[in-house]
């Protein structure tokens, strides 16, 4: 049981390059997320899915193109980088929460560190 | 809109001794959850524990507890005899309990050194 895996651990792009961050979890987890951590700053919600083919915006999407064809896998895409978008990428996944508003504990992946030059 | 405030950027100490990391929330939600995750310098989130807003009892965990208060909105962390392991940046972070999709707000962060 691997957790939260992403893919690549870092990578730099050049302006205007466009790239896919890879994240797979193995555990049977419906909900999956994606964040990034600007320097200095608390993580901030990019987008999220709640099921294969369901995926909805967060707090900051724009620049970001999301998917989910699977349970496992939920990959992030930029489309044209901008420095804007230097930052470290963290992918998590959770069980569903139930009925009456049970919140249930996210799990991270490693992370991956972008660099837009 | 839900908000935390880890208001302390940076906290040294030697080891041994204890310290405590603040967390201040707002939101308007009844009920809600908060969370503390570590980030330890190899880069990872460690959860470390998660609290609901019906349940006021602190939580002890080994050199780690946690101080839940509603009346003052705050959910502070402290660790007894602190160790080396334990230099990290600790978040603190929020979720409305709507539907459920948990969407957490995160704090800035605390990062906690502790020397020899």
């Known amino acids: 049981n691997a957790g939260v895996t992403q893919t690549p651990k870092f990578r730099i792009l050049k302006i205007g390059q466009s790239m896919t961050l890879q994240c797979a979890q193995d555990?049977?987890?419906?909900?999956m997320y994606w964040y990034r951590q600007d320097p200095g700053m608390g993580l901030k919600l990019i987008y999220y899915s709640v099921g294969a083919g369901i995926t909805d915006k967060g707090e900051v999407p724009n620049g970001y193109n999301v998917s989910r064809s699977t349970t496992e896998d939920f990959p992030l895409r930029l489309e044209l980088a901008a420095p804007s978008q230097t930052s470290v990428y963290f992918c998590?996944?959770?069980?569903?929460?139930?009925?009456?508003?049970?919140?249930?504990?996210?799990?991270f992946g490693p992370g991956t560190r972008l660099l837009v030059l | 809109a839900q908000k935390v405030t880890q208001a302390q950027t940076e906290i040294s100490v030697v080891e041994k001794e204890d310290v405590t990391l603040d967390c201040v929330y707002e939101?308007?939600?009844?009920?809600?959850?908060l969370f503390w995750y570590k980030q330890p310098p190899s880069g990872e989130l460690v959860f470390l524990i998660r609290?609901?807003?019906?349940?006021?009892q602190n939580e002890i965990s080994g050199r780690y507890s946690w101080n839940f208060q509603k009346s003052t909105s705050s959910f502070n962390f402290t660790i007894t005899a602190s160790q080396v392991v334990d230099s990290a940046v600790y978040f603190c972070?929020?979720?409305?309990?709507?539907?459920?999709?948990?969407?957490?707000?995160f704090g800035t962060g605390t990062r906690l050194q502790v020397t020899l």
């Open positions: 998590a996944s959770s069980t569903p929460g139930l009925a009456g508003g049970r919140v249930e504990t996210q799990y």
């Open positions: 555990m049977n987890h419906n909900y």
């Open positions: 972070a929020l979720s409305e309990a709507r539907g459920t999709a948990s969407k957490l707000t």
């Open positions: 609290r609901n807003s019906f349940d006021e």
């Open positions: 939101t308007r939600d009844t009920t809600y959850y």
